[in-house]
């Protein structure tokens, strides 16, 4: 499985959705309280990155 998103809890017990990529992560979501709430992170990212814009600040 080359890239797939992970849902884990923090040291603070929130639960935190990470997109992972050859078993590195190349990014996670903030904490939310609930693992529907992570799940529906996921969701939005799958539905709506697709079409994302490139901002370029270098």
Do not use: C, L
Not at 9 to 29: C, D, H, I, L, P
């Amino acid at each position: 499985m080359a890239h797939h998103f992970k849902i884990k809890r923090n040291k603070g017990g929130e639960y935190v959705a990470y997109f992972m990529y050859n078993s590195e992560v190349m990014f996670w979501t903030e904490g939310y309280s609930s693992k529907a709430s992570a799940q529906n992170a996921i969701e939005s990212i799958k539905k709506n990155g697709p079409e994302a814009d490139t901002v370029d600040e270098s």
